[in-house]
Structure formats: structure tokens, C-alpha cells
């Protein structure tokens, strides 16, 4: 049972453009949402959070956005740059317990 | 000095040996993660270790068994491989406390291939 879903597997923009990446939950006690960026042959590694008590949160190119009413996160980036493609998977966190999405490949072309 | 390490990194073994994977990390933190990702690329949790205690065990098939002699290791020993075992383990570590934002720290993950 995926509690946390990333529906499109695969995004592709264009340098300098804005990248959208959207997750969904379905459990309604997660307390922290994050966002992982993952390289070939790498650990995920932390980018970014948000409490559930926020709807926002901005780090520099960065931004996550949470709608809990529709169980729906998601992480801008502006502007997009080729370095930035990567697997971005999206988690969330009850006390010890993170969940995962599939993830989604960005590919940002320049 | 790398922060959350893994070893082996690649693993190729036959059906039916017994393996294991340890982990370390050298950041202080009190809570270690195993987490498998398949062929679907779907990072699943497996085992949490909070201060050496067993604090979340998934649905695991009870040949896999997680040992944390101390607060900085949890190793992964594997009994009886099958094929279905072939998967990315990583493991992570995270520190708790009142401004903990639950991030994770993962290590390069280990490659295990059962033939």
C-alpha cells in the first residue's frame, strides 16, 4: 500500500524554466514532508522540508507547497538548470516512520 | 570522511547464501534505517534501530535480520537468499530532537545480485 505516490515518472524542461514536481498522500497523520534528490550511483540526499503546519517554504531556487485539505505536495524549481536532473523523490514522515514515493527523473535540457 | 558508509557496495552471491551488509555512521545520530528499493526504483522501509532498540520492522520476511551492536551501526545479515532479494539497500541515519525536520542521511547504497 504506496502511502505516498508520485504519479509521473519522467519530467523534462528546458534550462531556465520552471520544474514542477507533484506528490500525493493518502495518510493524513504525516507531520513532515521532504524532498530527496537522488544522482546514479548515490544516496538520496535531503533538499528540502516542510511542516504540515505550513503551506510554503522557500530555499533560494527551491520551493514546496502543501495542500493538506488535498493531500498534495509540491516542489517547485526556478529556474530550472541542467544540474538539477536528478530522481526527486518525495517523502513524508510520521515520528520514525518515512514513507517514499517512486520518484521522477527531471530532465532539465539546455 | 563519508558520513552514513555502506559495505560491500556490490554484492553477487547464489541462491541460498547467507550475506550480510553493515552500515556505520559517524554523525552522532540515534535512529538507522535499512531501506530496500526494488526494480520499481520504490524506496521501501525495512527497519528502524532508535538507541540500538528495534522501533520499525515492515513486513520482512524473517530471514532478514538487522543487528546494532551500538548507536553508530546497523548492519543487515541475510539468510538464505532468493532471487526476489536482488535490490539497492540503502541505509540512513537521522538525528530526533524538538527542531528535527526528519531529514535522513543515506549512505551510497549497496548493490546486492542473487543468482
Known amino acids: 500500500d504506496q502511502q505516498v505516490k508520485q504519479n509521473s515518472p519522467s519530467l523534462s524542461v528546458q534550462e531556465g524554466r520552471i520544474s514542477i514536481l507533484n506528490c500525493d498522500y493518502t495518510n493524513s497523520m504525516f507531520d513532515y514532508f521532504l524532498w530527496y534528490k537522488k544522482y546514479p550511483a548515490e544516496g538520496p540526499t535531503f533538499l528540502i522540508s516542510i511542516s504540515s503546519i505550513k503551506d510554503k517554504n522557500e530555499d533560494g531556487r527551491f520551493t514546496v507547497f502543501l495542500n493538506k485539505s488535498a493531500k498534495h505536495l509540491s516542489l517547485h524549481i526556478v529556474p530550472s538548470q541542467p544540474g538539477d536532473s536528478a530522481v526527486y523523490f518525495c517523502a513524508a514522515l510520521f515520528v520514525f516512520d518515512m514513507r517514499f514515493g517512486a520518484g521522477t527523473r527531471l530532465t532539465v535540457k539546455p | 570522511d563519508t558520513a552514513v558508509s555502506q559495505t560491500p557496495k556490490y554484492l553477487v552471491t547464489q541462491m541460498g547464501n547467507d550475506k550480510s551488509i553493515k552500515c556505520e555512521q559517524n554523525?552522532?545520530?540515534?535512529?538507522m534505517y535499512w531501506y530496500k528499493q526494488d526494480s520499481k526504483k520504490f524506496l521501501k522501509i525495512m527497519f528502524s534501530?532508535?538507541?540500538?532498540?528495534?522501533?520499525i520492522n515492515e513486513t520482512v520476511p524473517n530471514r532478514f535480520s538487522p543487528k546494532s551492536p551500538d548507536k553508530a551501526h546497523l548492519n543487515l545479515h541475510i539468510n538464505s537468499l532468493e532471487l526476489g532479494d536482488s535490490a539497492v539497500y540503502f541505509c540512513?541515519?537521522?538525528?530526533?530532537?524538538?527542531?528535527?525536520?526528519?531529514?535522513?542521511?543515506f549512505g551510497e547504497g549497496s548493490r546486492l545480485t542473487v543468482l
Open positions: 534501530y532508535n538507541n540500538k532498540e528495534l522501533i
Open positions: 540512513a541515519s537521522s538525528q530526533e530532537g524538538p527542531t528535527n525536520t526528519g531529514e535522513l542521511f
Open positions: 554523525l552522532g545520530h540515534d535512529t
